[in-house]
């Protein structure tokens, strides 16, 4: 996308707030629970019969029976999520990069503190009439920012709050974005004992979803490959594999699985392997615990020498300046 001109740095006439939502994660090994009972709620992402009266026995229950195998990856990473953190990261960063036009930066939190109803509670008490809602996934999908979206639109309503309010929908083609994916990458590289990208395995590493949601028409797949593809170019690596992470149930989800690929891979004779997040532009237990601890694990296992994960973006400079693009685009009514 083309860089905004000059004319979109002016000071806003009206009150503006950006809110920048994540899926959120515990802060402690007691809110574990509640976050999976609070993920299990979305009628988004789980839809039943007769919702109003199973959808909370059903989180209750499935929370409770998923808490003891959630509860290891935190506490592995020392009992909490660390996505908070870094969110609230990229919240002040963007702040500083907007400062000309005074507007105030939210974090907001799909399944954890602060969740949606506390910031629209928040952005109606600070009077803010102009709001450009940013979820923090690169690809769409209603699992992620369909569903951020709807409860905000729900909590606003809740709460009779009709601000102007611009959606971010998906944004992975930002050109910053993109620069720094190819540029952590590249990073990592020197981290191994043959630091060409000949002796390389890339593997791009995505948050799974059911095949039965891309069935019914949900874009996520197809962006997850344009993502994949638009990294490839500018990489110009011989070896990238683009996977997928975290199924959970028995249902068929997105292929190939990321133990697949790295079993196949070493079989092969694969012996180094280097993985980066595409979907997740925050570190947390998927990309801290799963791939770079689990996987790391099963790797050494089956005879891959040496296997490193590529941190996330989190307050990366070039990650936060494709935030402040999009943020100025939006508030000029451009489309994302």
Same mark, same amino acid.
Request: aromatic share 8%; hydrophobic share 40%.
């Given at each position: 996308?083309?860089?905004?001109?000059?004319?979109?740095?002016?000071?806003?006439?009206?009150?503006?707030?950006?809110?920048?939502?994540?899926?959120?994660?515990? $802060? @402690?090994?007691?809110?574990?629970?509640?976050?999976?009972?609070?993920?299990? @709620?979305?009628? $988004?992402?789980?839809?039943?019969?007769?919702?109003?009266?199973?959808?909370?026995?059903?989180?209750?229950?499935?929370?409770?029976?998923?808490?003891?195998?959630?509860?290891?990856?935190?506490?592995?990473?020392?009992?909490?999520?660390?996505?908070?953190?870094?969110?609230?990261?990229?919240?002040?960063?963007?702040?500083?990069?907007?400062?000309?036009?005074?507007?105030?930066?939210?974090?907001?939190?799909?399944?954890?503190?602060?969740?949606?109803?506390?910031?629209?509670?928040?952005?109606?008490?600070?009077?803010?009439?102009?709001?450009?809602?940013?979820?923090?996934?690169?690809?769409?999908?209603? !699992? !992620?920012?369909?569903?951020?979206?709807?409860?905000?639109?729900?909590?606003?309503?809740?709460?009779?709050?009709?601000?102007?309010?611009?959606?971010? #929908? @998906?944004?992975?083609?930002?050109?910053?974005?993109?620069?720094?994916?190819?540029?952590?990458?590249?990073?990592?590289?020197?981290?191994?004992?043959?630091?060409?990208?000949?002796?390389?395995?890339?593997?791009?590493?995505?948050?799974?979803?059911?095949?039965?949601?891309?069935?019914?028409?949900?874009?996520?797949?197809?962006?997850?490959?344009?993502?994949?593809?638009?990294?490839?170019?500018?990489?110009?690596?011989?070896?990238?594999?683009?996977?997928?992470?975290?199924?959970? #149930?028995?249902?068929?989800?997105?292929?190939?699985?990321? $133990?697949?690929?790295?079993?196949?891979?070493?079989?092969?004779?694969?012996?180094?392997?280097?993985?980066?997040?595409?979907?997740?532009?925050?570190?947390?237990?998927? !990309?801290?615990?799963?791939?770079?601890?689990?996987?790391?694990?099963?790797?050494?296992?089956?005879?891959?020498?040496?296997?490193?994960?590529?941190?996330?973006?989190?307050?990366?400079?070039?990650?936060?300046?494709?935030?402040?693009?999009?943020?100025?685009?939006?508030?000029?009514?451009?489309?994302?």
């Amino acid at each position: 996308m083309k860089q905004a001109p000059k004319q979109y740095n002016r000071p806003m006439t009206t009150r503006c707030a950006i809110v920048l939502c994540n899926l959120g994660g515990p $802060d @402690s090994l007691d809110a574990v629970e509640p976050f999976l009972r609070n993920l299990f @709620s979305d009628p $988004d992402i789980f839809q039943l019969p007769l919702a109003a009266l199973t959808q909370r026995v059903f989180a209750r229950l499935v929370a409770s029976r998923r808490r003891v195998e959630a509860s290891r990856g935190y506490a592995a990473l020392g009992g909490a999520s660390p996505i908070g953190a870094h969110t609230q990261d990229q919240a002040r960063a963007l702040e500083q990069a907007l400062a000309d036009l005074k507007a105030r930066v939210f974090v907001c939190m799909r399944y954890w503190h602060p969740l949606t109803a506390e910031v629209v509670a928040a952005l109606k008490a600070g009077g803010f009439e102009r709001v450009v809602f940013l979820p923090l996934f690169p690809q769409y999908s209603l !699992t !992620t920012t369909g569903s951020a979206r709807n409860e905000f639109i729900r909590q606003c309503a809740r709460l009779h709050y009709h601000p102007d309010v611009q959606f971010v #929908g @998906s944004w992975y083609q930002e050109e910053d974005y993109l620069k720094g994916v190819v540029s952590s990458i590249e990073a990592a590289a020197a981290r191994f004992s043959k630091p060409s990208p000949t002796d390389i395995s890339l593997l791009l590493s995505a948050h799974g979803v059911p095949q039965m949601l891309v069935d019914r028409g949900d874009p996520y797949q197809r962006e997850i490959e344009a993502t994949a593809e638009c990294v490839g170019k500018r990489l110009a690596w011989p070896h990238v594999t683009l996977c997928y992470q975290s199924r959970v #149930g028995p249902r068929e989800w997105l292929r190939p699985y990321v $133990d697949d690929v790295v079993r196949d891979q070493a079989r092969a004779g694969v012996k180094q392997i280097l993985v980066y997040p595409i979907a997740f532009v925050s570190d947390h237990v998927e !990309t801290l615990y799963e791939l770079g601890m689990t996987y790391a694990t099963l790797a050494h296992n089956v005879g891959v020498e040496e296997y490193h994960v590529v941190p996330a973006l989190n307050d990366n400079p070039l990650l936060i300046k494709a935030l402040e693009h999009i943020v100025r685009v939006a508030l000029q009514g451009g489309r994302q």
